[in-house]
C-alpha cells in the first residue's frame, strides 16, 4: 500500500511522532537546542528535496539516523542566520 502526501504539512503531521522521539533523543544526548522544527527543517531542505520516490519508511529512517554533525551545521549557517533561531523551547 502506497500513501501520498498532498501538502508538506500532512507529511510533517505524519510524521511528527518520530520527529519527537528523535529530538528527545538528541536532547537526553545533551544537545538541548535542537527542536523539532530544526530537524524538520534541515531534514526538508537538505535530505528529501535531494531525493525523489521517498517511502515512508524511508523518511522515518532518515529522521532517526540524521547526522547531529550536519544538522548543528545547517541550524548554525541558516536558521540562526535568518533569526528564525530561538534558544528558548
Same mark, same amino acid.
Given at each position: 500500500?502506497?500513501?501520498?502526501?498532498?501538502?508538506? +504539512? +500532512?507529511?510533517? /503531521?505524519?510524521?511528527?511522532? $518520530?520527529?519527537?522521539?528523535?529530538?528527545? +533523543?538528541?536532547?537526553? /544526548?545533551?544537545?538541548?537546542d535542537i527542536?523539532?522544527?530544526?530537524?524538520?527543517?534541515?531534514? $526538508? $531542505?537538505?535530505?528529501?528535496?535531494?531525493?525523489?520516490? =521517498?517511502? =515512508? $519508511?524511508?523518511?522515518?529512517?532518515?529522521?532517526?539516523h540524521v547526522?547531529?554533525?550536519?544538522?548543528?551545521?545547517?541550524? +548554525?549557517?541558516?536558521? /540562526?542566520?535568518?533569526?528564525?533561531?530561538?534558544?528558548?523551547?
Amino acid at each position: 500500500m502506497e500513501i501520498e502526501f498532498e501538502t508538506q +504539512e +500532512e507529511l510533517y /503531521k505524519r510524521v511528527l511522532p $518520530a520527529l519527537r522521539s528523535k529530538v528527545r +533523543e538528541l536532547k537526553n /544526548k545533551g544537545y538541548d537546542d535542537i527542536k523539532v522544527t530544526y530537524l524538520w527543517s534541515y531534514l $526538508a $531542505a537538505e535530505v528529501f528535496s535531494k531525493t525523489n520516490d =521517498l517511502t =515512508l $519508511a524511508d523518511i522515518v529512517s532518515h529522521i532517526m539516523h540524521v547526522d547531529v554533525v550536519r544538522l548543528n551545521a545547517y541550524i +548554525e549557517n541558516n536558521l /540562526k542566520r535568518t533569526g528564525i533561531y530561538q534558544n528558548k523551547e
